[in-house]
């Protein structure tokens, strides 16, 4: 169980056009799903916090505007890229935590790559 | 807020030595501390994960020791493989503490590589 996946898993876009990243918890229910950036050989770097219902809450430094965020259910939420230029090529994954957990573990998926031209 | 530190940066291990990974963490409200693997080009997997109320925690060839009072905790694999050549972090969070306590803060990664 606890099965995290993310669509697509690569995308080239050019520069300028926006791209969407989902973002699934397959066979649980997901009060709150993170938003991470990595670059390589980096450590993981937490974008935005979602919690199903409502607004995203994004870290320092994140632009909320560029990088919007939808939690419309349990089990999805998507990131978009907006306006995307080659410095937002990055690995960008997401994790879920179960509902009603007596912990915060958190799954992730396996990530999606974007290269921005 | 949370600062976690993680040593070494790159270990390289004879499959069959063991290999142990260190990190420390700033918050003394911190009370969860999992471990991922990750591959190259996929996301992180949870290994195992501690909990402050308990001092050390094994799974097979895996185990995590934690101390609260030095704030450090680390990783133990015995018996290394090849297939255990890949990147860990270790994280912390304060899990119902506070109201972002769910929010995982990330070592800068430890690269392992277990020659054959």
């Known amino acids: 169980g606890a099965v995290v996946s993310q669509h697509p898993s690569w995308v080239i876009c050019k520069s300028g056009t926006s791209v969407k990243i989902e973002c699934r918890s397959l066979?649980?229910?997901?009060?709150?799903m993170f938003w991470y950036r990595q670059f390589p050989k980096q450590s993981l770097m937490l974008m935005a916090t979602s919690n199903e219902g409502s607004k995203a809450t994004y870290e320092q430094g994140v632009e909320k505007d560029k990088f919007l965020i939808n939690h419309a259910s349990l089990t999805l939420s998507t990131l978009t890229v907006t306006s995307a230029h080659p410095e937002d090529s990055s690995f960008y994954i997401c994790?879920?935590?179960?509902?009603?957990?007596?912990?915060?573990?958190?799954?992730f998926g396996p990530g999606t790559r974007l290269t921005v031209l | 807020g949370e600062n976690v530190e993680q040593h070494p940066s790159t270990l390289s291990v004879q499959e069959g030595d063991s290999a142990v990974i260190k990190c420390t963490y700033s918050?003394?409200?911190?009370?969860?501390f999992p471990w991922y693997k990750q591959e190259l080009g996929k996301g992180p997997q949870l290994i195992i994960d501690?909990?402050?109320?308990?001092g050390e925690k094994k799974d097979q060839r895996i185990a995590v020791t934690l101390n609260k009072t030095a704030k450090h905790f680390s990783l133990h694999i015995t018996e290394t493989q090849p297939e255990d050549s890949a990147v860990y972090f270790c994280a912390a969070s304060s899990w119902g503490i506070k109201a972002a306590g769910n929010k995982l803060t990330f070592g800068g990664g430890t690269r392992v590589l277990v020659k054959p």
């Open positions: 501690i909990r402050s109320n308990v």
């Open positions: 066979d649980f229910q997901a009060t709150t």
């Open positions: 994790s879920a935590s179960r509902r009603a957990a007596v912990t915060d573990t958190q799954y």
């Open positions: 918050d003394s409200a911190s009370n969860y």
